[in-house]
């Protein structure tokens, strides 16, 4: 119930039913609008029906979709009446309600299927129709309409009988009537005239009514009265047809019929043939013939127009062209096989073909003698149209015949030429008009089907009465151009600088230009006649004769170079070039030599191979100073930089031995450092004492020494073995003091079996290298001694570190030996992580110093027994600081501050002075801060007992990932492990 005094008609009162029906409690319903039960389906017929009636104040009864306090979907037929007072106002609505939902559900679902049954009979196409008992129309599908011309919407309610009386008497209405009668199933097949179809039906019978389904048979019908026609026709023209025709049976290959004219080809009867087939009557001269037909017929459906022969009764063998055709007479499939005797047709086309063919071989033989000539041989008619032409026109204008003929040649003149060929041709035509015969030479151009030009040469001739030319072509453009070419050769050769000689096969002088006339101081007239031997030096008469044969028997020699004389004896350095002279037919008739003066040539590359040496010989002693220079720049190994010095000394020198000695500033003796030519072990076990031996000789007077040959020198008994082993008794002998800054450092020595070579370029270059080799050797010293000084110093800063350390120890007593232990675990753990040895260094200086910072902590709290209040913890915690202040002025230091900055942050960021965490805390101070833990539990306290080696490694592992980074502990336990 409902108050109708308020606008939203809120509910005012609902009982148990309705409780149970919506699910809903009375207290979740009163106050409330019934919308509440429809959720978000507001646009409902029903609602808007509720909504009127309200309006208007009547009563309604409607049905809705309702939805469940759950969501579940109910159908709810509401009956609303209006409640009025005693004046007839309405105060209250009440609602019966009554759950329908099966009902719904049950009608929806019948409407689903009506709707798929309607569906489907609209998409046949078949016509289905539903009558009721009096004949009207209550369903009928789009197909059966359409049989009548209607919309299925024109004919639904009407009577069938009323609507289309004409087809009352047919067999369909009437197989409908006995249907609805009897109550059981009729079919028919009638031509309605009123739709002009035929019509199947078949009749089922219905409680209220009948159904039928309806196809329109009407193109099946017309179908079979065609075949009907059709098999009247034929039957007609088998029998009158002037072609033979006969039938098979496929299933069996009987004959079945046979037309007249078969009979009369084939010399049969009837009775002879029906019945039997081809094989029982022998048709087939080849069999194969027969399966080649059948072959055919199965891949293409048919067989046209097939040539084969058949054997006749009487035995002669007849050619026939066969078509064969699959029809169905009778029902049956037979094959249709028409006949075609083409005999006497074959024979006269053959006897034509053969007359053909003799015709043609003439013809043949008569144009290929043509097309043999090379010669263009052609008929020209009026307008210079080619009327015939052979096959050399395509050789000579790269056309074929057929493109020439019914083409005037005019169009293929040369235009320069154009006008004269014309009127050439006219004045033939108009003498071969008053003469018997006329016949001409003349030349013209023509432009070839390629663009470039032929010169032709014609013999034509005119035959009175004839409106033709006769016509002879030769190409004659070889000719033409051997003509120019002589011409512009005898003036290239006459212009050339080089002299070209030419010499027929008896080795005679035949031509001699004017080059040759300046090379070899002969006039033409003078050379001339005489033998090539004219300039040829008596010593190269048989080089001469030789390569002149080679060139008269066709055989290819390269230009060579050799000597000529002019007559006036002198002797002429020349490159030659020899080649065969041909006459027309090929044939070597001659050698023509161009020969060029290459005197100044030669003088040229002498003087520039003597430049590439010297420039090879430069550039190699400037990449070996280079060498030199790299080696003593990047290596601190004197004797790899000497060894490449006294490699240079043999190789740029040229001699067989060299060796360094240095200087051993202590000894005063000078060592053998590098040997090249010696045996090593004689010498480099052995020293020289200053002033002693050649070089302390050269080592004390600072000078250099040559002596040409060291036999002359006296040696002790040593010193002439050594000299003896190595075959240089007699040597040549050089050496050279290694001087830098004025002192003498050591001396190079280089000995030579044979004289020396002392050009400046070769003292310029060994004292070169010698001054390399002293730089080598002060480099060498001065790098040695700054390391030496370098060494002191580190050991200087190691031994003020450690002393720190020691004072540190000392004035924390509870520490005493901390930091040494520490700093070797510590390093040793660094080790294990990885950190390389440079930073190594870093690492044990930061760990020896790690508490320096406590220096700046005072004595009452560094040294207090008790525990530290709280001001005295941060007073404690700022020594980490305090060591950065105290070491960052230090350059050397800066490096090492990671552990004493850093070593008392923990992993979790717990730590201090700056609360680091993770790997943001350098590796070091995590590797120091586990060492460091360590090395206090494990040390004896004022205030407690060292812990044991278990105890300690136990609290480490249980600290990992909060105090302690957990793959330095690892590390650790490993490290611990190992020792």
């Not at 039928?212 to 088998?238: K, L, M, N, W």
Request: glycine share 6%; aromatic share 6%.
């Amino acid at each position: 119930m409902t108050d109708a005094l308020q606008d939203d008609q809120p509910i005012v009162y609902v009982n148990p039913a309705f409780e149970r029906l919506s699910g809903y409690s009375a207290a979740e319903l009163l106050g409330r609008n019934c919308r509440i039960l429809q959720g978000h389906d507001h646009d409902q017929p029903g609602v808007r029906e509720i909504r009127q009636a309200i309006e208007q104040q009547q009563q309604v009864t409607i049905t809705l979709r309702n939805y469940r306090k759950d969501g579940t979907l109910f159908y709810n037929e509401l009956t609303l009446n209006p409640v009025r007072d005693a004046t007839g106002t309405v105060t209250r609505f009440v609602g019966f309600q009554n759950d329908v939902t099966a009902r719904e559900e049950a009608r929806l679902h019948e409407a689903q299927l009506h709707g798929q049954l309607t569906s489907t009979l609209g998409r046949m196409t078949d016509g289905f129709i539903s009558f009721d008992q009096h004949l009207n129309y209550t369903y009928l599908n789009a197909a059966a309409a359409s049989i009548a011309g209607k919309r299925p919407e024109e004919l639904t309610g009407h009577n069938l009988l009323t609507t289309f009386p004409e087809i009352e008497d047919s067999a369909v209405v009437q197989a409908i009537q006995r249907a609805r009668d009897t109550g059981s199933c009729h079919e028919a097949v009638s031509h309605l005239e009123v739709f002009g179809r035929w019509i199947e039906a078949t009749v089922y019978p219905a409680e209220d009514g009948v159904s039928v389904f309806t196809r329109d048979v009407t193109e099946q019908r017309q179908a079979q009265e065609e075949q009907r026609a059709s098999e009247e026709r034929f039957a007609s023209v088998f029998e009158a047809a002037p072609m033979a025709i006969v039938v098979a049976r496929i299933s069996d290959h009987h004959y079945i019929d046979v037309n007249p004219e078969f009979l009369r080809v084939s010399g049969y009867s009837r009775e002879e043939m029906i019945g039997r087939t081809p094989h029982d009557l022998k048709f087939w001269v080849d069999p194969l013939e027969f399966e080649d037909v059948g072959r055919i017929l199965r891949e293409q459906g048919k067989v046209l127009s097939h040539e084969v022969q058949f054997r006749l009764k009487s035995g002669m063998v007849a050619d026939t062209v066969v078509s064969v055709v699959p029809v169905t007479i009778g029902g049956e499939a037979c094959l249709l096989t028409l006949v075609r005797d083409i005999t006497s047709e074959k024979r006269a086309h053959q006897q034509l073909e053969e007359s053909e063919a003799r015709y043609r071989q003439v013809a043949a033989e008569l144009q290929r003698t043509l097309d043999l000539s090379l010669d263009m041989i052609t008929i020209i008619g009026p307008r210079a149209t080619v009327i015939s032409v052979n096959a050399a026109c395509e050789r000579l204008l790269g056309h074929t015949p057929e493109e020439l003929i019914g083409r005037s040649l005019l169009e293929l003149v040369h235009p320069d030429d154009l006008i004269a060929t014309h009127a050439e041709g006219a004045g033939m035509m108009q003498k071969g008009k008053a003469e018997q015969q006329v016949a001409t030479v003349y030349q013209n151009r023509y432009l070839h089907k390629d663009g470039h030009t032929v010169w032709l040469e014609w013999n034509a001739m005119v035959i009175p009465d004839h409106p033709q030319i006769y016509c002879v072509a030769r190409d004659i453009t070889g000719r033409k151009a051997a003509e120019e070419d002589q011409a512009f050769l005898a003036a290239i050769v006459q212009a050339s600088h080089a002299a070209v000689v030419g010499v027929v096969l008896d080795g005679t002088i035949r031509s001699w230009n004017g080059a040759a006339e300046q090379l070899y101081g002969y006039s033409a007239t003078e050379a001339i006649g005489q033998a090539l031997t004219l300039v040829t030096p008596p010593e190269l008469y048989a080089e001469s004769v030789a390569n002149f044969k080679k060139v008269t028997q066709d055989e290819r020699i390269e230009p060579f170079e050799t000597v000529r004389v002019a007559k006036d004896g002198r002797r002429i350095s020349v490159s030659t070039t020899a080649s065969p002279v041909r006459d027309t037919a090929g044939q070597v008739i001659g050698v023509a030599t161009i020969t060029h003066d290459i005197g100044a040539r030669l003088a040229a590359e002498q003087e520039i191979l003597t430049l590439n040496t010297d420039l090879r010989q430069q550039l190699r002693h400037i990449t070996g100073l280079r060498a030199i220079d790299q080696s003593i720049a990047s290596s601190a190994n004197l004797n790899l930089t000497l060894s490449l010095v006294v490699d240079h000394l043999c190789e740029q020198l040229g001699v067989d031995a060299a060796s360094t000695l240095v200087l051993n500033p202590d000894t005063l003796a000078l060592e053998y450092t590098a040997l090249r030519g010696f045996s090593p072990a004689n010498l480099q076990s052995s020293g020289v004492k200053v002033g002693f031996a050649l070089a302390g000789q050269v080592a004390l007077s600072g000078q250099p020494l040559h002596l040409p040959d060291l036999s002359t020198v006296r040696f002790s008994p040593d010193e002439q073995n050594l000299l003896r082993h190595d075959d240089f008794t007699s040597a040549a002998y050089y050496a050279v003091p290694l001087i830098t800054r004025g002192k003498v450092v050591g001396v190079i020595e280089v000995l030579h079996r044979q004289a020396l070579p002392l050009s400046p370029l070769w003292l310029e270059l060994l004292g070169t290298l010698a001054s390399q080799a002293a730089i080598a050797v002060e480099n060498i010293q001065l790098f040695t001694e700054l390391e030496r000084k370098n060494l002191e110093l580190r050991l200087a800063y190691d031994e003020t570190i450690e002393g720190w350390a020691r004072a540190l120890d000392l004035r924390d007593e509870e520490t005493e030996g901390h930091s040494r232990r520490v700093t070797e675990m510590t390093v040793a753990l660094c080790q294990q992580l990885g950190v390389s040895s440079e930073k190594l260094v870093n690492v044990r200086r930061g760990a020896l110093l790690h508490d320096i910072g406590k220096m700046g902590v005072p004595d009452a709290i560094l040294l207090k027994p008790g525990k530290l209040t709280d001001e005295e913890w941060v007073e404690m915690k700022k020594h980490p600081r305090h060591a950065v202040e105290l070491l960052s002025p230090i350059r050397f230091l800066r490096s090492a501050l990671d552990i004493p900055e850093y070593h008392h942050e923990k992993w979790d960021g717990s730590g201090y002075p700056l609360g680091l965490k993770g790997e943001v805390i350098p590796l070091t101070a995590r590797a120091f801060a586990v060492v460091d833990v360590y090395d206090a539990l494990t040390s004896d306290r004022p205030y407690r007992m060292a812990w044991t080696r278990e105890k300690a490694l136990e609290h480490i592992q249980a600290s990992a990932g909060s105090h302690f980074d957990p793959h330095v502990v690892q590390a650790f336990l490993t490290l611990l492990e190992d020792r």
